[in-house]
């Protein structure tokens, strides 16, 4: 047979590789499910079936893998894709062969247990999965699955190319610029409808159009391209034949359109002129501002107003009347300060005949410096990727800028003086630019120089670092070379680039993603910070500042004027009202309690909230601005609103802004097995404290105490408290209780629990006497604390017993508890801990609070099957439901009529309407149970008219 022949062969069984390559696919993984089902020795009817699905997609995969082989040899495939491809395909048939052998020797006896044949099987669909991924991508183009998501459904745009033809067509000679520009879009047809199989990781027929080498040279067949004659060039014949013709390229029906087939004849018929200019792909935002006029004789006087009237005349919308006063007084306290307003201040609000009480109120509301830090801490640690726990602190890997990021929020810190902050970073505030040290082996794109990187790209920039961290952006005009360039100003050696984690042998030279704000290019790291944050925070950088008050925008009226908000090269639904915010924040001195001052004081933000029926109506480039969009609490909010109303959901943070006047470090028996200190077992034990007190006249007497789990205490022999709930501080007056001279505390405390489990004695106490003497003990500070695991006789408790066998307690610190905030002898504390002064919780996590390993900058308003669960059937709320019912009942006297109109004006502002006052009363009776206050809380914090901000 002659060679040819042979060829043809090989070509049409490696065309057998699509069809084959999905038999070890369906087969492996559903093996792999269905051996799932076999843990625990469970369904052994299935081992016989399991089996031949192992055996045969080893088979397949091992003929799949050479058919493949023979595919990319024969047909025109290659590149640095193919190759990775090809690689993990033979390394998933070589897995899954060694799978089934293992699997055979398994059930011979030969080896013991199903162990080593699941691990197996695991990597192999693992390297299947992959595998296939990078097929997809051959076949498909690399963007195959990223196109698809949110915000990433690109298109490309054809007028400019329509009026490009249409001015040049009539043009018997043409400018260099306009060559230039012609050339341009060329290039953006190009990448728009052929790089998914002509580019450097994927060179079907051995053509690369991403560049002018690869253009001109052209593919297997010879040069694609003959200047000045376009019917002689074979890109011009390719790209001009029928749809149906199998020579046709784009294939798979993506034919380009006569005006994109007329643009590339002209562009060939005039030279085929290469410019020297960057690509851009997809629209990129300008990046000076400039701030707009205001415009005139719109009949408003308030600038974000001016800009609407004119937005609203265009699309021939009429003015809405603003909201109430209870809606807006609801609104401005949940947006400004977190909370709910009280009942007192609603009455004054709507009583108030001032025509200026809302901005009155605004100022108010800002003014509230510790609430507002409080409130809009969650928004920053979101963004900032900044937390109290999680991945990366136990190993010292990850560390967090709370203290910084609190401290610049309640001094209204400038925001150009918070960024350069953040870029060239005291030890206080490095955390966000340090980004995560994960152990072990990571992909390149996840070392922490290419973090910070990312990190400021995507808080602050408003531009996907991420995509292009692994190869050129799908969704940006940003390369591979430009983020490696970037990210090297936060190394302290020279990067290598790697494309999806393989290196290319090319060194990245350190420079920013807009080197027109200028150069950084210093010697070692900590100049090229200091260069970084002088020049990000110019002026000149719009991008800096559209995009911050684009989130805030988004944060109070629910949706940006840009959206997605990362991705600031979008067109906004309002450019003019957007420099204009931007440029008034870096006229304002950089005020971010300004940039929200403007935006709340305008009948825009004042609106009626409107209701689209679903999420794509919000998120389409097709939105039109009708008002703010109805948004539901945050997880931060829900939460302190059900402190508020309710009992405290949190007693203990894992922040305290107010700093610790006392130590917050507990004291427990000492427990010693093999030579080390062990954690607590469970049971009672024994602590007593001497102290002497001056021959002075007592005055007055506090003591501060918790003890996890409970405790017992005496005050020289007499009791004088006990409590069961560790995560509040009992709070007790003891002036009768001691004496001039010596005293002796004594506790029982109690860890429950049936293993070893943290436990520990929390304990302070201030005596005054005559003469202003003052007397501070506490538990962790002071020695001469003894304890004891042995029951000791009843006498324990006095004075005169002799303790001289017991043994000093262990100080077990404060990391196994968070900061009991009313642990103080002030008087002014919060009855309850605000949630984000909380490390992540359970019941946080399923009201929608992110894990912060990521910059998040958008949380999903949906609500959720996990946060149904958690409402309705969760042990911690239950229990905060059953608390505040108990408490509410005592407070209350068990009057139903006050009980329901009360949680009315807490919960909802209102008074019920007499239908819901009937339910209400029905349902509690003349007598309220526990469980029926519970049932009340529990209808009334799931309504709509309450987890909704209107």
């Not at 002209?266 to 205001?294: C, M, N, Q, V, Y």
């Not at 308030?302 to 809606?327: L, N, Q, R």
């Not at 003591?703 to 005496?714: F, G, K, N, W």
Request: hydrophobic share 40%; charged share 25%; net charge negative.
């Amino acid at each position: 047979m002659e060679e040819n022949a042979w060829i043809w062969i090989l070509k049409l069984l490696g065309r057998l590789h699509p069809l084959i390559v999905h038999f070890p696919i369906g087969l492996l993984v559903v093996a792999l499910f269905l051996e799932a089902l076999t843990l625990n020795k469970k369904r052994p009817g299935l081992r016989e079936g399991i089996c031949w699905m192992v055996y045969l997609g080893a088979l397949f995969a091992v003929l799949s893998a050479g058919l493949g082989w023979l595919l990319g040899t024969y047909d025109d495939y290659s590149g640095e894709l193919l190759q990775n491809h090809r690689n993990l395909g033979i390394a998933t048939a070589v897995l899954s062969a060694i799978t089934a052998l293992v699997l055979q020797k398994t059930r011979t006896g030969k080896i013991s247990n199903y162990l080593p044949y699941r691990s197996t099987l695991t990597l192999s669909v693992i390297s299947l999965t992959v595998t296939g991924h990078l097929g997809a991508s051959l076949t498909h183009g690399e963007d195959f699955l990223a196109s698809a998501l949110p915000g990433n459904t690109e298109v490309y745009d054809d007028s400019k190319g329509v009026a490009l033809l249409a001015q040049l067509g009539q043009l018997d000679t043409i400018s260099e610029t306009q060559l230039d520009d012609l050339n341009m879009e060329v290039r953006a047809i190009i990448a728009h409808n052929c790089y998914q199989c002509h580019s450097e990781n994927k060179q079907k027929g051995e053509l690369v159009l991403e560049n002018k080498r690869g253009v001109f040279k052209g593919g297997k067949s010879g040069e694609i391209i003959v200047a000045g004659n376009p019917e002689k060039s074979e890109l011009y014949r390719r790209i001009s034949l029928s749809p149906d013709d199998d020579d046709v390229m784009p294939k798979k029906g993506k034919v380009l359109k006569n005006n994109e087939i007329a643009l590339i004849k002209l562009w060939i018929k005039k030279g085929a002129h290469w410019s020297d200019r960057a690509l851009k792909i997809f629209p990129e935002a300008e990046l000076s501002l400039s701030k707009p006029a205001l415009p005139e004789a719109t009949g408003e006087a308030h600038p974000v107003d001016k800009f609407m009237a004119v937005y609203f005349k265009k699309k021939d919308i009429d003015w809405p009347e603003s909201v109430d006063d209870k809606t807006f007084l609801r609104r401005a306290y949940l947006d400004i300060v977190g909370l709910l307003p009280e009942p007192v201040v609603l009455d004054r609000f709507e009583s108030d005949k001032n025509p200026n009480k809302r901005n009155k109120l605004i100022d108010t509301l800002l003014n509230d410096d510790q609430n507002y830090t409080q409130n809009w801490l969650s928004f920053w640690n979101d963004l900032l990727r900044n937390d109290y726990s999680g991945t990366g602190f136990i190993t010292g890997g990850r560390k967090q800028i709370t203290d910084w990021l609190y401290k610049s929020l309640l001094e209204n810190k400038p925001y150009n003086a918070m960024i350069k902050e953040l870029i060239n970073p005291s030890l206080e505030s490095e955390g966000f630019i340090k980004g995560i040290q994960w152990r072990g082996l990571v992909n390149s794109s996840q070392r922490t120089e290419m973090q910070a990187a990312q990190n400021i790209g995507q808080s602050l920039m408003g531009v996907n670092v991420k995509c292009a961290s692994c190869h050129n952006s799908f969704v940006s005009n940003l390369t591979l070379e430009q983020t490696y360039g970037f990210a090297s100003i936060f190394a302290d050696s020279v990067m290598e680039l790697n494309r999806c984690d393989i290196p290319l042998g090319k060194m990245a030279e350190v420079n920013f993603l807009y080197p027109e704000l200028g150069s950084v290019d210093a010697d070692n790291v900590q100049e090229r910070l200091w260069q970084l944050s002088e020049i990000i925070v110019k002026p000149e950088n719009g991008r800096l500042y559209r995009t911050i008050a684009n989130r805030i925008w988004q944060r109070l009226l629910g949706r940006g004027i840009i959206e997605p908000v990362d991705t600031m090269d979008n067109t906004p639904w309002d450019s003019d009202l957007l420099d204009w915010l931007a440029a008034d924040l870096i006229d304002s001195n950089y005020d971010l309690k300004q940039l929200i001052r403007t935006i709340m004081t305008s009948k825009t933000y004042q609106l009626p909230t409107v209701n689209y029926e679903n999420l794509e109506e919000i998120k389409s480039a097709k939105y039109v601005f009708k008002g703010p969009v109805i948004r539901r609490m945050s997880a931060e909010q829900f939460s302190d609103a059900v402190s508020q109303i309710v009992s405290p959901l949190f007693y203990a943070a894992a922040y305290n802004p107010f700093g610790e006047s006392l130590s917050a470090n507990r004291i427990w028996h000492r427990e010693i097995k093999f030579d080390r200190d062990v954690l607590p077992e469970p049971g009672k034990r024994y602590f007593r404290h001497k102290f002497t007190l001056a021959d002075k006249e007592i005055i007055q007497a506090k003591a501060l105490i918790s003890v996890d789990h409970s405790y017992v205490l005496y005050l020289n022999s007499q009791k004088v408290g006990r409590g069961s709930n560790w995560r509040k501080v009992d709070k007790l007056d003891v002036a009768e209780f001691l004496i001039p001279g010596e005293n002796t505390i004594a506790i029982e405390g109690t860890n429950e629990g049936n293993i070893a489990n943290p436990a520990g004695v929390l304990f302070a106490m201030k005596i005054n006497q005559r003469d202003s003497l003052e007397t501070l003990l506490q538990s962790a500070e002071d020695e001469g604390w003894k304890s004891t695991d042995v029951r000791p006789a009843n006498a324990w408790i006095q004075s005169e017993f002799d303790d001289g066998q017991w043994k000093s307690t262990k100080n077990y610190g404060s990391k196994d508890w968070d900061m009991l905030l009313n642990f103080t002898f002030e008087d002014n504390v919060s009855p309850f801990a605000r949630a984000s002064l909380v490390r992540q919780h359970p019941f946080m996590k399923a009201l929608g609070r992110p894990s912060r390993e990521n910059v998040t900058t958008t949380r999903d308003d949906r609500a959720t099957l996990l946060q149904a669960l958690e409402l309705t059937n969760g042990a911690y709320f239950n229990q905060v439901l059953e608390e505040g019912a108990i408490q509410w009942l005592e407070e209350y006297h068990g009057n139903s009529e006050t009980i329901v109109e009360t949680l009315y004006a807490k919960s909802l502002g209102r008074k019920p309407t007499a239908k819901e006052k009937d339910i209400m009363l029905g349902a509690l009776g003349n007598n309220p149970t526990k469980e029926s206050v519970e049932d009340l809380f529990w209808a009334t914090l799931l309504t709509p008219e309450f987890q909704f901000i209107y």
